[in-house]
């Protein structure tokens, strides 16, 4: 499967026979196509660590939470660190972490031991939502058109349909993988619930869950609702409180853009954004 990496590809193949689009006029402008972006991508040494250490120290500070019998914090800190496994595996997705190709593959299988379900299965509909945008094919994004209480709802079966299109549609290769992912998960959520006797665990298990449950909402409805997918592909947010707090997870509009760039980055590229086309950044997620 390719993928856009930065703006300007005219024409998007996702290697399904059903999914070679056109782009999106936004790619074409040339005011997008003059921003400077190819120095965002590369990442210091120090910024790896950094991305692989943010939801590892998370982790810990929800479970000693849980531990400690604090379950308002145990719960807005396994939702902080929830998303920051969302953003270190959506960076592994589009290699913006600065490894080697095989070692995104390995933080994939990690973090789907960790998050729960098939992270190769997410991959797999999230290129295809980079390639397709929002049209027939794209199953990430539907919940994008749905209102706010419906997109809510919906997020079990969202959690279901990643996984069953990335196992309809995957190669030999990927269906093993998702398999291997799938039972991995499934014979560790049966070990916490029945064997490890741990309440620690079984409230990690729990909080994922819900977690994944709410992804429809919160990961796609809120960064594409009301959008189009000619110019204002997607939402983004500037106040620089609720990018702290949200890991910058809301800047969609410069991802969409130029996928390649980390998430570590995507505020210097909202710099160059709102300087070339500056009408972008009226569409805010909150
Ligand atoms: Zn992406």
């Known amino acids: 499967m390719s993928e856009r990496r930065g703006a300007g590809a005219a024409v998007v193949t996702t290697g399904a026979p059903d999914a070679t689009c056109l782009a999106p006029d936004i790619f074409l402008d040339p005011r997008i196509r003059a921003i400077r972006w190819h120095d965002l991508t590369a990442l210091r040494p120090a910024e790896v660590v950094l991305e692989l250490l943010l939801p590892a120290s998370l982790l810990a500070l929800s479970l000693l939470a849980a531990a400690a019998g604090w379950l308002p914090l145990a719960l807005g800190l396994s939702f902080v660190f929830f998303l920051s496994g969302l953003r270190l595996v959506h960076n592994a997705f589009h290699h913006a972490l600065g490894l080697p190709a095989w070692a995104d593959d390995g933080v994939l299988c990690v973090m789907s031991f960790v998050l729960l379900g098939s992270m ?26 749905m209102p706010w209480w419906r997109a809510l709802l919906y997020g079990p079966v969202f959690t ?25 998960s ?43 997918r000619t110019h204002y592909l997607a939402r983004t947010l500037r106040n620089r409180f609720k990018n702290a707090v949200t ?40």
């Open 120 to 145: 190769h299965a997410i991959r797999h509909c999230h290129l295809r939502h980079h390639a397709l945008m929002m049209g027939e094919g794209d199953v990430e994004g539907r919940s994008a058109q």
């Open 186 to 228: 499934a014979a560790w959520v049966t070990f916490v619930f029945a064997a490890s006797g741990s309440a620690v665990l079984r409230y990690h298990v729990l909080a994922m869950g819900t977690a994944h449950c709410l992804t429809a909402f919160f990961a796609v409805w809120t960064v594409h609702h009301h959008c189009d």
């Open 247 to 286: 890991l910058d997870m809301f800047r969609h509009i410069e991802h969409h853009l130029f996928p390649a760039v980390p998430t570590c980055h995507l505020a210097e590229l909202s710099t160059r954004i709102d300087r070339a086309a500056p009408e972008l950044k009226q569409r805010i997620v909150f």
């Open 160 to 184: 279901t349909l990643l996984h069953t299109t990335a196992l309809g549609q995957g190669t030999r290769a990927l269906r093993r993988i998702v398999c291997g992912e799938l039972a991995m």
